[in-house]
């Protein structure tokens, strides 16, 4: 019989190394009703493969359920000092009832918005704080990394996804997914910068891309300022 395991790979303190352990699998009597051995091959690998995707669904379900984690202490406590500080000077109202269900909408997903502010990321984290849900970030933000170290710290805590404007980030797109797959949510200003009036321009590919390669539903969002404050 074969044993199907699934281990997350996170090795090293604070890290916590997650391992799910499958049922044994006979696959001479999974596999008898093929007749020839290339067959039995072919249908035993992906008999054990859909086992080990099985089992990393699972364990990735069960450290979203968990409450505390030492790898995401850091995101966890400014996600809650930023949902007490936003709670206080950034009143949020939702046009439409109904929406407040989006809200609670549990598995991956990408947040698309306007960007007409530097606070958008803070206020889109404060209004799915029962998550935790990371940016996709130009690198302009972050600094230069000599200079602006404490900076990149603290956006990375944030979750904060570092991508290289005006070039194919890779590195970025392969994080977002990394996130996706982990059944996360991801937000993304598909302008690309920040649009000061109400007018949206083009889009960037990047949001669609990442959508269609990880099969994962777009929830789009209209961000709309007050012109006074009361």
Request: net charge positive; with cysteine.
């Amino acid at each position: 019989p074969i044993l199907p395991l699934y281990t997350n790979g996170c090795y090293g303190f604070p890290k916590r190394n997650r391992v799910m352990i499958g049922v044994p699998m006979d696959i001479t009597s999974l596999t008898q009703k093929e007749k020839s051995e290339h067959d039995k091959r072919h249908v035993g690998n992906d008999l054990v493969r859909t086992r080990i995707l099985t089992l990393r669904n699972a364990a990735h379900r069960r450290e979203k359920a968990s409450w505390f984690s030492f790898q995401n202490l850091g995101q966890d406590l400014a996600r809650i000092g930023l949902y007490c500080h936003s709670w206080i000077w950034f009143r949020l109202k939702l046009d439409h009832r109904e929406d407040k269900q989006y809200l609670k909408k549990e598995g991956d997903y990408i947040i698309v918005s306007n960007h007409t502010h530097f606070r958008d990321p803070l206020i889109l984290i404060k209004l799915f704080w029962r998550r935790r849900v990371f940016v996709l970030t130009a690198d302009v933000v972050f600094g230069v990394p000599k200079e602006k170290k404490l900076r990149a710290f603290a956006l990375r805590h944030l979750g904060c996804i570092k991508i290289v404007r005006g070039t194919m980030d890779l590195a970025a797109i392969h994080a977002c997914s990394r996130i996706l797959q982990s059944g996360r949510p991801l937000i993304v200003f598909p302008e690309g910068h920040i649009q000061r009036d109400e007018t949206l321009s083009g889009f960037r590919d990047g949001a669609a891309l990442i959508a269609a390669r990880n099969q994962s539903p777009i929830l789009p969002l209209y961000l709309k300022y007050p012109q006074h404050w009361w």
